[in-house]
């Protein structure tokens, strides 16, 4: 990936990315989810990529199935925009779970979608169905969102407070990106969004079965089953937290535009940013005081300014040279982190590296 990558057509950088993502077929092994309190959370929200910074590990969603995607409006007359309005050809989903699966005990699905605009950097949706899992192993059986509900269960609790570390509301992901842009890189003029996307799946596919089953029939099942030009979810949107906003919007539907596979790169580097539910709170005033806070954000206290992120000074035009976005000591001076606290010396070693490593890296993969 070069420094022109970001200029190119949604098209052209959907079929760069496909090329090193279909390449090599290995998944990757499985790391500890404890290894993700060795890392900056904040890289997540911040870094302006489709990948992964050099040295950086999914503790979490390890492995998966990657493959493209188109969204493709429904029609139906609504109020959103970017995106939302003019929808994507091109774009990639990958599918996988939280963490390993051993066959006996519940799955935890959930996915990651990127849009790709022209001239511009993509725009990321992250949803599953619950971060407490599910006992039917069918992962197209219930339907995703991206906002979640704080999980019941210890340590899926510990990993969602890490990630407060980025955000007061994370388990949130905000939408104003997708509706910023239009595909052809048109900017918006007003931005609307809505407050929450529900996906739907599609209930012909019978590609996952309820009982358990482990990592490897994870895979081929998708590979096998999911064909392309299949819908795989259709894509309604909440238009606000308010109780006497009834009825969901039908935006549209995610259609597969190849066949899923396992991939090396999907697995090490392909890499989705995370947006600040902050960002539609500034956009949309209204929305905390309607909120329970509490349980949707796992904290009463939710500032509704966001951090000035490196992806926003690059969608305004500003450049962010390499080793500046995303970094720095996100735990210095807070929530116990001190100067130099955890994860800094991590994030100093691979500001230094990026340039040299990036470039190696990407190489590897294009003749793996």
């Not at 950086?56 to 995106?83: D, N």
């Not at 596919?205 to 994870?218: C, H, L, W």
């Not at 790169?265 to 309607?290: A, I, K, R």
Request: proline share 6%; hydrophobic share 35%.
């Amino acid at each position: 990936m070069d420094s022109t990558y970001e200029s190119q057509t949604a098209a052209v950088k959907e079929k760069y990315l496909w090329t090193v993502t279909s390449k090599c077929t290995k998944p990757a092994d499985w790391g500890t989810v404890a290894g993700i309190f060795q890392e900056s959370v904040k890289t997540s929200f911040d870094d302006v990529s489709d990948v992964m910074p050099p040295g950086r590990f999914k503790y979490i969603h390890t492995v998966g199935a990657v493959a493209t995607v188109a969204f493709v409006p429904s029609g139906e007359t609504h109020k959103f925009t970017g995106l939302f309005s003019s929808g994507a050809q091109h774009g990639l989903l990958r599918l996988s779970t939280a963490t390993q699966i051993d066959g006996s005990q519940a799955i935890t699905p959930g996915f990651g979608l990127k849009l790709l605009i022209d001239g511009k950097p993509s725009v990321n949706v992250l949803a599953m169905p619950s971060l407490d899992g599910q006992v039917d192993f069918n992962v197209l059986s219930l339907n995703y969102s991206n906002h979640l509900s704080y999980p019941t269960s210890w340590a899926a609790s510990i990993v969602a407070k890490k990630f407060t570390q980025a955000s007061n509301c994370p388990l949130m992901v905000g939408l104003s990106d997708i509706a910023t842009y239009t595909e052809d890189g048109t900017l918006v003029t007003s931005v609307v969004m809505p407050f929450e996307l529900i996906f739907v799946p599609n209930s012909e596919i019978k590609a996952f079965p309820s009982a358990p089953y482990g990592d490897a029939d994870f895979l081929s099942y998708a590979e096998m089953f999911i064909d392309q030009d299949s819908i795989l979810f259709e894509v309604y949107g909440r238009t606000s937290p308010h109780a006497d906003d009834v009825g969901d919007v039908h935006l549209g539907s995610i259609k597969t535009t190849s066949k899923f596979t396992r991939s090396t790169f999907g697995d090490t580097q392909l890499f989705f940013t995370h947006q600040y539910m902050e960002h539609d709170f500034v956009q949309n005033p209204d929305w905390l005081p309607s909120m329970d806070i509490q349980n949707s954000c796992g904290t009463s206290e939710v500032d509704p300014l966001p951090p000035q992120s490196p992806r926003e000074r690059v969608m305004q035009g500003e450049h962010i040279s390499d080793g500046k976005a995303g970094r720095g000591c996100p735990f210095a001076n807070s929530r116990g982190g001190g100067k130099g606290g955890v994860g800094c010396p991590f994030l100093r070693a691979q500001a230094r590296q990026k340039k040299l490593e990036q470039q190696q890296h990407m190489s590897e993969n294009t003749v793996a």
